[in-house]
Each structure stands twice: as C-alpha cells, then as structure tokens.
C-alpha cells in the first residue's frame, strides 16, 4: 500500500545551468562540462531509518542485504558466504595499506535493521539515515513514496546550493575558521578519528546547517544512490564541432557500467556525496562533483540515498 503523495519534506530547487564535475581531485569527476536540468523537489535529508521503516511495515518489503545470495550468481564464492549480510566498517588499530580496504568486513546478519550485525539494532538511530541500502532497495522506496532517485546532474545542482565553482557545498575551505560542517572522518584514516565532528559512523541528519538551498547532509554522512548508470564523463559536442548544452543530461547504459575484465560482471550506478569515511588522507568525495561507481548489489553500513519528484 502506497501512502497518499506528498511533498512534506522536500525543497523545491530551480532549474538551471552549471558547471558539472571538477578536474581539481579524481580523474572520474573530468571534465568539467555545461549542463542543464529542469526544477525539481528534492528530499531535504536522506532517507531515515524511521521513514524506511514505515516503508516496509507497509509493504513487506525485505531488502537485499537480508536474502541471502545465489553461488550461482557468484562463482568462486566460499559456501560460508552465501548467507545474508552486509559489509560493516570497522577502524584498524594502526596505520595500514590504504589498498587494503581492510576496515570493510562482510558480517552475516548485518543489515538495516542491525547495522552493525546481529546484536546491534536502531535503538536512538530513527533519524539517522537508512544504510545497508542496495539500489533495488532504494528505488523500491522511492517507487512506494509517489517519488524516484535523482539523476547525477540533479543531485549535483542541488547539492552546490546555488554556489559555482566551489569545492564544497558551502564553499571553498572545507573547514572554514575550524568549523565542522558536515560528518566526514578527521584525522588519519582508518585509524585515527579525532571525532571532531562527534560522530564515528552515520548522524542524525540536520545535524550540520544546510546548504544554500536548504539541503542537509548532501555532503558526508551516508553516501547517496543515484538513478545513472555510470560512464565517465564527456563534453557532447554537435556535428559541426560547437558546444551544445545538455538539457537533464542521464549516465550511461547498463552494459557500458560494467567492467568487463571482472569475473563477476555486475553493472554500477553512480552515487554521490561521500560518507563519514570520506577524509583528507583518503577518499576526498565529500564534494558536490564527487561521484563512486557502486556495484548495484553492494550494501555497506555508509550507504544510503534520498528522492526526487520532478513536474
């Protein structure tokens, strides 16, 4: 059962154009390109774990990271993996290679409602944002909610909040003056959070002021779904050779997503905004023209997302 449509809870942002992407960080943000999009309402906050609730008590609806996989889906995978989980980040005792990514541990049991495995639970967490999110998941919600996932070019010009050619969705110091402005890791990672921000893992949202567009939490917290496909980006150029500017540009296909050369070839949507495991020493993708290419299978206690209505 769908609930009646509603609007409680999202910005209306106007449409416009803008610089999209960045060449001052990853090479995946390049080039920086003109785009276009059409109004839209967005969420002002991701996804909660009580709005995620109320979702699947009024549908059923039983997330990925609680099913367990099908080997057949994954060859080589070890029989002792193929029950429900989820991956659950966990800070190393000291430094360590940052190739590793050996804070990430796949935990059965762990999943939205026992984000850190069996034994936890959303006891104080109802307005932190939902994770452990596949994007089928997401979209689920966002199809129950009358809503969908905002393409990348929408959730970039709403995250900037009006602001132009700046790194960050309030400008361009990441701390300004020392101020922390959203959940993101401080220090060393994955060892050494000096918690500055107060927070080791996800936050309520609200929790840091918002952005130029009334917007909280688009940068850092939980990284957040989008609908595209991802493909690196280009500069769409008409037949004669001059600029054009693409209006409500979308990502790539299914089939171009996938990296071929992976034994298991699972195709990728783009998320954005980065998490509170996003730091200066690793991960600098608590940025508006940030993007991750996100197998759309992975679950992880960092992943969540919000929605859109357009029209």
């Not at 409680?8 to 803008?18: K, R, S």
């Not at 990502?251 to 996003?278: A, E, N, Q």
């Amino acid at each position: 059962m769908s609930p009646s449509i509603s609007t409680d809870g999202m910005i209306q942002i106007p449409g416009g154009t803008f610089a999209m992407g960045s060449e001052r960080f990853y090479p995946e943000e390049a080039p920086v390109r003109r785009v276009s999009v059409d109004a839209f309402r967005i969420d002002a906050t991701p996804v909660t774990n009580s709005a995620f609730a109320a979702f699947v008590a009024a549908t059923g609806h039983v997330t990925f990271a609680e099913i367990a996989p099908d080997p057949r889906d994954y060859p080589g995978m070890l029989p002792e993996l193929a029950q429900p989980g989820s991956l659950v980040f966990e800070p190393t005792a000291g430094p360590v290679d940052l190739g590793s990514v050996c804070w990430w541990h796949f935990r059965i049991g762990a999943n939205w409602r026992q984000p850190l495995g069996p034994g936890s639970s959303l006891d104080g967490l109802a307005d932190h944002p939902i994770v452990h999110i596949a994007h089928a998941d997401a979209e689920a919600y966002a199809g129950w909610a009358g809503k969908a996932l905002p393409t990348e070019a929408e959730w970039e010009w709403a995250a900037r909040g009006g602001l132009e050619d700046t790194d960050y969705a309030w400008g361009g110091e990441l701390a300004p003056g020392g101020a922390m402005l959203a959940n993101y890791w401080q220090g060393p990672f994955p060892h050494g959070n000096s918690l500055a921000d107060g927070w080791l893992r996800t936050s309520p949202v609200r929790s840091y002021p918002a952005n130029g567009y009334g917007l909280y939490d688009m940068i850092g917290n939980v990284w957040e779904w989008t609908q595209d496909w991802f493909v690196q980006p280009k500069i769409e150029r008409k037949a004669r050779g001059s600029c054009c500017i693409p209006a409500n540009p979308r990502g790539g296909t299914r089939g171009g997503s996938i990296v071929k050369s992976d034994p298991i070839r699972i195709p990728r949507k783009v998320m954005k905004g980065g998490s509170h495991l996003c730091a200066e020493s690793y991960c600098q993708r608590y940025r508006p023209a940030a993007r991750y290419a996100q197998p759309v299978d992975t679950t992880a206690s960092h992943v969540g997302f919000r929605c859109v209505m357009r029209g």
